[in-house]
């Protein structure tokens, strides 16, 4: 089938093409920039999820659209209200419109675990809002939806907002990783490819109109995660905790610490593979590319 991937040059965009044409699939990425990923058989389209017009000559003949444009970094979202509102819920929203009047069978919408949450601030309140939209179309047009509620997601391709990106950079180039906060929050980390591989299963007829977790199988504590990232490295990473005010004020109530679950919309399912790469196993495997990628000096090489 025809699928269209809007912010489909991202860091899980790009993943979620990939496999998607690794399923047959024929790919239409949609972004403000061209991917560098854009394999041969994927076709690019440069423009903006405000523009109407761009937005429906691009799901033109598309029985599938996702959706993962928009702001998705929680800080920069905070920081940038009226931003985080016309590229997340109006963009959505002209996404929605387009796939509608299209006749798409499938509406594949990006969210996250924040929904639940009394944290993530402008980021959370966008995604609940979103959420609610991609419903109301399904009511008003009968446009049929799965909405995909992400975890925290860490692999390659990911920029230095990633905070398992940050923190890897920060052990090869300083030899130290800085963590705002005290260590005892709590995640559950999917790599990126993993991600995509669910993204891509959620199509079955089953998750039509359906909400669906998308997250790692084993929750782990940033301090536990850290001191993995210390044992691969030999041990000669420094660990330093601060507060997350000294960082960015308000950054404490951004964040949730143990579990997201306070805001309680509408129940997802958890969507869950037979394999997985193993947390540590991709710790690794980011670390050597990131290794790979700073200038010799200085750097300290990862041994495992």
């Known amino acids: 089938m025809r699928v269209a991937v809007f912010g489909g040059a991202g860091f899980l965009g790009s993943h979620v093409a990939d496999a998607l044409t690794a399923a047959g699939h024929d790919v239409v990425i949609f972004d403000l920039k061209d991917s560098p990923y854009l394999q041969a058989s994927q076709r690019q389209v440069v423009g903006s999820i405000l523009d109407l017009d761009q937005v429906s000559k691009a799901v033109q003949g598309c029985e599938l659209v996702y959706n993962f444009a928009g702001l998705s970094d929680i800080e920069e979202a905070n920081a940038r209200p009226l931003d985080t509102v016309k590229a997340n819920i109006l963009g959505n929203a002209i ?10 069978r499938r ?3 990006a969210s996250s675990l924040y929904v639940y949450s009394e944290g993530g601030g402008f980021y959370r309140s ?11 179309y399904r009511e ?8 995909l509620r992400y975890g925290s997601l860490y692999g390659e391709r990911a920029d230095a907002r990633n905070w ?29 490819r993993d991600a995509a ?11 039509e109109n359906q909400t669906v977790v998308i997250s790692g199988l ?16 030999g041990g000669r990473v420094q660990i330093e905790y601060r507060s997350p005010q000294d960082r960015l004020p308000g950054a404490a109530q951004l964040h949730y610490s143990i579990t997201p679950y306070s805001f309680s ?28 990628d700073l200038p010799p000096a200085g750097a300290i090489a990862s041994q495992s």
């Open 95 to 104: 996404v929605l419109e387009a796939s509608h009047r299209a006749n798409v």
């Open 197 to 207: 591989r669910f993204s891509v299963a959620a199509l079955d007829p089953e998750y």
């Open 218 to 233: 084993q929750a782990i504590k940033i301090k536990d995660l850290l001191k993995m990232v210390q044992e691969i490295m």
């Open 107 to 109: 509406f594949v919408f």
């Open 126 to 136: 966008s995604k609940q809002a979103c959420e609610l939209l991609v419903e109301n």
């Open 265 to 292: 919309p509408k129940i997802a399912r958890k969507l869950v593979g037979k394999d997985y790469l193993d947390l540590g196993q991709g710790l690794l495997e980011l670390l050597e590319q990131i290794h790979q």
């Open 164 to 192: 398992v990106k940050s923190v890897l950079q920060q052990a090869l180039r300083d030899g130290r990783i800085v963590r705002y906060g005290d260590g005892e929050e709590v995640r559950e980390y999917i790599h990126v």
């Open 140 to 147: 008003a047009y009968q446009l049929p939806y799965t909405i």
